[in-house]
C-alpha cells in the first residue's frame, strides 16, 4: 500500500474549516461571498423585533471568560453570568453561554473570531438578549451585537449604552443622550427596562 504524499496527506486546517463555517451558518452568523470567505451578515432590528427574538433576557453581570475547544475541537468562548433580574425566558440565578470563537488566540496560536460577535469582559454588567442554543450549544445576543447593551454608571445613574450597532433601539427615550466621545447613545436604565418589560408579551 502506497503512502500518503505530501499533496494527499489531510491538511488539519482545511479539515477544520468546512465544519467551522458549518456551525457558523447553523448559527446565522455568517454568508459566504464569492471567495468563500466568512463575514457576518446581520440587519439592524427595533428593540421590539430584538425582544421578540429572544429566547431569554436578563440584566446581569459577567463573572468569567474562559477560552478554549469544544468537544468538536471549535474554538469557543465559555461566559457566566451572575443574573440581577430575569427579564423573559428560563433564567436562573446564573447563566453560562458558549460563543463560536475567541477573543484572543489559544495556548496553540488558534485564532478565530467573527465580526460582530461581542466579546465580554469580567465585572462588565449588561441588559442582553439570548437567542436559543442550537444543536451545538451555542448561544449568542440575537443579532449579534444588537442583543447585547452594557451598563454604566455617571454621576450616580445606572444608563444602558448602546453602540451604532444598536443605537437605533434606544434614541426615541427622552433621557438618551448621544456621547461623539464614546461613540455611543446613553439612556436611564430604568426607562430602558421599563420599555423591554412592556414589549414581552403576557404569554412570555
Not at 500500500?1 to 494527499?8: A, E, Q, R, S, V
Not at 470563537?101 to 496553540?108: I, M, N, R
Not at 465585572?123 to 436559543?132: N, W
Not at 436611564?188 to 427596562?193: I, P, R, T
Request: contains cysteine; positive net charge; aromatic residues 4%.
Amino acid at each position: 500500500m502506497k503512502g500518503l504524499g505530501k499533496h494527499n496527506r489531510p491538511n488539519p486546517r482545511r479539515m477544520r474549516r468546512p465544519l467551522i463555517l458549518a456551525v457558523s451558518a447553523a448559527l446565522g452568523l455568517i454568508c459566504l461571498g464569492p471567495t468563500g470567505a466568512a463575514a457576518t451578515m446581520t440587519m439592524r432590528l427595533s428593540l421590539a423585533q430584538i425582544v421578540g427574538a429572544a429566547d431569554r433576557a436578563f440584566v446581569g453581570r459577567v463573572e468569567s471568560v474562559h477560552c478554549g475547544r469544544d468537544e468538536s475541537g471549535l474554538p469557543s468562548t465559555w461566559i457566566t453570568f451572575a443574573v440581577r433580574e430575569p427579564i423573559l425566558g428560563r433564567v436562573g440565578s446564573s447563566v453560562t453561554i458558549k460563543q463560536v470563537g475567541v477573543s484572543e488566540p489559544l495556548a496553540d496560536g488558534t485564532t478565530f473570531h467573527l465580526a460582530g460577535v461581542p466579546a465580554y469582559k469580567t465585572g462588565e454588567e449588561v441588559v442582553l438578549f439570548l437567542s436559543g442554543e442550537s444543536q451545538e450549544e451555542f448561544s449568542s445576543p440575537i443579532a449579534l451585537g444588537q442583543g447585547k447593551f452594557r451598563i454604566v454608571h455617571r454621576g450616580g445613574r445606572a444608563l444602558v449604552s448602546a453602540t451604532v450597532e444598536n443605537a437605533g433601539t434606544i434614541g426615541a427615550l427622552h433621557s438618551a443622550q448621544r456621547s461623539v466621545a464614546r461613540q455611543s447613545v446613553e439612556a436611564d436604565l430604568d426607562q430602558f427596562l421599563s420599555l423591554v418589560h412592556s414589549l414581552v408579551p403576557a404569554s412570555r
